[in-house]
């Protein structure tokens, strides 16, 4: 009895702080000058061999202490690209994911260990492998979902926002004045990049130079669009010529392979539909259409064969 009520607080305790850390991940809001300067800072500890100190309090400690473990800073690095392309930047963010995911891990072998509390450790063993395999890939797998869900947000607002950039920055105004504008503008329609064009923007007014303001762009989101614009500024800044021109014929460019996707996707619906209708509709469009019959027909020969 003692022990399943240790179980039971440990699981307890372990659940509360994954929805803590979950819900303070979600609620993170970007700040783009502090994350400029963070990055500053991570450039000058490079070879350090330790990932930057950006909390304090308990979630700034508990990063430190995982990242004393052996081969858990490429774990720890990977978990910050990651979290930076599915657009979470805050500056907590990255000590909260961790304290999900270890959360996460240690309540699934928990759980496993008491569901399995009645048996040897030889039967218990399997188990608590897959827990582990589950407990450190399902983190993981939902950090990548989340990242393929922020590009293709980004994917399907570049057209707009590129034709967009290409009019205002025909009335005169200069790239970062009117990427500012457009920001401002796309921010309730397109959120995800207006920030992106935001933190560009911050980044070369703290000091740094375009192209790498651009080519951090280019990391954060790992869309080829993305780094086809960018270069496309870079270059046009470089030898003088006319942005606003190419960016029109790069967001006509761009309006059709959004529509080449969307037809791909109208194409693909009837093949993804197939297994649904083979499974579910047709076996139930068979017992409505033929039990009745069926039943008929095998009340009618009953009823033939009484009359003999």
Sequence with gaps: ????????????VTLTAIIWAASQLFVQQDDFLNDRLEELRSAGQVGSGRPRKTTQGLPGKFLRFVAMIPGADDWIRGSEKRLRQAGYRGEKTLSNYIMTASGFLVFCFVFIIWANRGNDFSNMFGALVAAGIIGFVGPQFVLGKLATQYRKRLQEALPDTIDLLGIVLGTGLALDQAMNRVSDE??????????????VTMQVRAGQERAKAFGAMVR??????????????????????????????????????????AEEAVGKAGIKMLFPIVLFILPALFVIVLVPAIIQTVHDMQTLGGGR
């Excluded at 796309?186 to 933190?199: D, G, K, Q, S, V």
């Design 1 to 12: 009895m003692l022990i399943s009520l240790l179980y039971f607080l440990l699981a307890g």
């Design 220 to 261: 954060r989101t790992g869309l080829d669009d993305v780094k086809a614009l960018s270069a496309m500024i870079i270059q046009s800044e470089r030898f003088g010529t006319s942005l606003s021109s190419a960016l029109n014929a790069y967001a006509n460019d761009l309006r059709q392979r959004r529509r080449l996707r």
């Design 186 to 199: 796309m921010r309730h329609i397109y959120p995800e990049l207006a920030n992106e064009f935001y933190t």
